[in-house]
Each structure stands twice: as structure tokens, then as C-alpha cells.
């Protein structure tokens, strides 16, 4: 079962734009979480928003979290050639630690 | 340095053979998980062990095995009956406390031919 899932699937910006990605989950949950992916490698931690929280700011991050919606949205301010990577979201069902990704946005931000 | 060690990077392997795939981590930490991602797709849950000497099945554990002797260790076995075995596998760790991020480490990539 998939708990999350991105949208877009895929987008493309030019360097200094805003890049916003989106993310819908199903059950109720305690944290939720953002991943960054460079091919070939592993997952990197970027950011994790509480269930009672509403927004997070992390550098050039933000995410915000609507749990009425079961939704998030992760922000990342002018945007770098660096930032090019796909980013995922991660959600915990409530009372376990079986964290269950969404099948991720693929960002490319062109130099 | 902390972290996770997944090796080897790359595994070859001949259709009907088991293979395992090593994790390791000095973290300290006490949940350890196994993820596969297949190209162009999310990472979907095989297995997760919270604790020594247990361990549970995520969504897709048909066709694999774990076992978790050690705080330190969480190898995992891709054995025949996995219909499909290519892809990349990915290792993660986290502390047994709520809100605590994984940890990853930079995955094998098994090719079953």
C-alpha cells in the first residue's frame, strides 16, 4: 500500500525559481517527513514536521502540513542546480514505526 | 563517522540463487528497515525490526527473509522464490523513539539474470 503520493510527478525550473511539491497521505500519522534522492543513492533527510504542527522552516526549506486535507507541501526557495534530485515523502501510521514513502517528484533545476 | 554500510554496491546474481545483502550500522539504533525501489518509483517496505530477535513484514516481504542477531546488523536474504529480484535495495535505521528520521545507507543494486 502506498501511503503517499507526490504531485507532480516531475518538474522543471529554471535556477533562483521557487520549486513546490505536493503530498497526499491516507491515515492518520505522528510525523511527517521529507527525503531528498540523488541517483544511484541513498535517501537524505531533510526536514520532519509533527502532526500538530502546521509549518517548518529549515534553511531554504519550508513545509507545511494540513492534517484536516491529509496533505503537505515542501518549498524549496530559489533554487540551485544542486537542489536537481527527487524528493520524497514519508509518513508513519500512527502507533507504529513502519514508514511508508510516496513514489516521489523528480526535480530538475536547469542551470 | 556514524552511519549505515550497505555492501556490496553492486550484486550479480544467476535466476534461482539466494543471495544476501549486508547492513550495517554504528548508530546505536534500534529500528532497522529494508526498502526496494524499482526505476522511476518509490521505495516500498519489505521488512523492519524494531529490536533485537524480531522483526516484521512490510508490504512486499514474499520472497524475502531477514534476521536480526545483532543491534549492529539486518542482512537481508532475496531468495528464488522472489519472482522478480532486480532492483535497488536500500538499508535504514532509526532510534525506537517517535519522530526520529531515518537514516539511509547508499543501497545495492541487484541484477537477477
Known amino acids: 500500500s502506498q501511503q503517499g503520493e507526490e504531485d507532480p510527478q516531475a518538474l522543471s525550473i529554471q535556477e533562483g525559481e521557487n520549486a513546490t511539491m505536493n503530498c497526499s497521505y491516507k491515515?492518520?500519522?505522528?510525523?511527517l517527513q521529507w527525503y531528498r534522492q540523488n541517483s544511484g543513492r541513498g535517501l537524505v533527510h531533510l526536514i520532519l514536521?509533527?502532526?500538530?504542527?502546521r509549518e517548518k522552516h529549515s534553511g531554504r526549506l519550508r513545509v507545511t502540513l494540513d492534517t484536516s486535507k491529509k496533505s503537505s507541501s515542501l518549498l524549496i526557495t530559489a533554487s540551485r542546480a544542486a537542489d536537481t534530485a527527487s524528493y520524497f515523502c514519508a509518513t508513519d501510521a500512527s502507533g507504529t514505526y513502519k514508514y511508508i514513502f510516496g513514489t516521489g517528484t523528480r526535480l530538475k533545476v536547469l542551470a | 563517522d556514524g552511519g549505515i554500510t550497505q555492501s556490496p554496491k553492486y550484486l550479480f546474481r544467476k535466476e534461482g540463487q539466494n543471495v544476501t545483502l549486508s547492513c550495517e550500522q554504528n548508530?546505536?539504533?534500534?529500528?532497522m528497515y529494508w526498502y526496494r525501489q524499482d526505476p522511476g518509483q518509490g521505495l516500498r517496505l519489505i521488512y523492519y525490526?524494531?529490536?533485537?530477535?524480531?522483526?516484521q513484514k512490510g508490504d512486499i516481504a514474499e520472497g524475502y527473509s531477514v534476521s536480526r542477531e545483532k543491534k549492529e546488523s539486518f542482512p537481508l536474504t532475496v531468495t528464488s522464490a522472489q519472482k522478480n529480484p532486480t532492483a535497488f535495495y536500500l538499508c535504514a535505521s532509526s532510534t525506537e523513539q517517535g519522530n526520529s528520521p531515518l537514516h539511509f545507507g547508499n543501497g545495492t543494486r541487484l541484477t537477477v539474470t
Open positions: 525490526s524494531q529490536i533485537v530477535n524480531d522483526f
Open positions: 514536521i509533527r502532526s500538530n504542527e
Open positions: 548508530l546505536n539504533h534500534d529500528a
Open positions: 491515515t492518520s500519522i505522528n510525523n
